[in-house]
């Protein structure tokens, strides 16, 4: 990790045999009106459907069941993120859980490609066209973002906000998008661009990452089965 990590801080709850457990949950939102519609959403501000809101619950009891409790919570400035994070802490009864909002963890803004069926777009634009926007790390849409672009603002967001949480011995969870979550996963995991575009991110289905000092995975468990459900690919 380029950032300086924040000075450690005792916490009981998080430690074990005298040294930290650094717990970092993901989980993309779950399904909104968007998404149904097989429409690009980016910055665009759809709520979640009722399905969207049955994956958030299912997010918050697994998690419940697994133990997790959390200090920090992080999501993003719009709503399907935000209504996402706060049915899983009120499932799980952690509705207190401080919360920091900031549009760092906005999804990929899609530009042009934004509000338009996929299908539409590929009759505009070209079906090669809109695949090389969607599928290629740092292509962006007209008007919109690669995720190159996304993760320039996700990092250092990252390394400034949520890395010195985690570093304390924190248990931190963060909601947010399919692209704001590749880019982290990503610098997390120390994919190439290839490889994290072809990583799929289900909705609703968390990711428990456990960390070392210097920012490395030491494991990682996938809570919910990403097969046959939304890619997150926009």
């Known amino acids: 990790m380029s950032a300086s990590p924040a000075p450690m801080q005792k916490h009981q709850s998080n430690t074990t045999s005298g040294s930290l457990t650094r717990t970092l949950v993901l989980v993309r939102h779950g399904q909104s009106e968007w998404n149904r519609l097989n429409l690009f959403t980016g910055w665009r501000d759809p709520d979640l459907t009722e399905k969207g809101v049955i994956e958030a619950r299912w997010a918050g009891r ?40 900031d549009a760092a963890l906005n999804e990929r803004d899609y530009g042009q490609l934004s509000g338009l069926n996929k299908d539409e777009a590929k009759q505009r634009f070209g079906e090669d066209q809109v695949a090389r926007w969607r599928r290629s790390y740092d292509i ?82 996938d809570l919910v089965a990403s097969e046959g459900r939304d890619n997150g690919l926009g």
């Not at 697994?66 to 802490?89: C, E, M, P, V, Y």
């Open 62 to 101: 697994v998690l419940r069941d697994h133990g997790l409790n959390f200090d920090q919570a992080f999501t993003s400035k719009l709503r399907r993120a935000q209504n996402t994070l706060d049915i899983i802490l009120d499932v799980m009864g952690q509705s207190g859980v401080p919360i920091e909002r």
């Open 140 to 221: 962006p849409p007209p008007g919109g973002e690669s995720l190159k672009d996304t993760a320039a603002r996700v990092l250092p967001y990252y390394e400034s906000r949520i890395w010195p949480e985690v570093n304390a011995g924190k248990s931190v969870i963060v909601a947010a998008h399919g692209n704001s979550l590749r880019a982290l996963i990503m610098r997390l995991e120390g994919l190439t661009g290839d490889e994290i575009i072809a990583r799929e991110l289900a909705t609703g289905a968390p990711m428990v990452y456990r960390l070392n000092a210097e920012g490395g995975v030491l494991g990682r468990t």
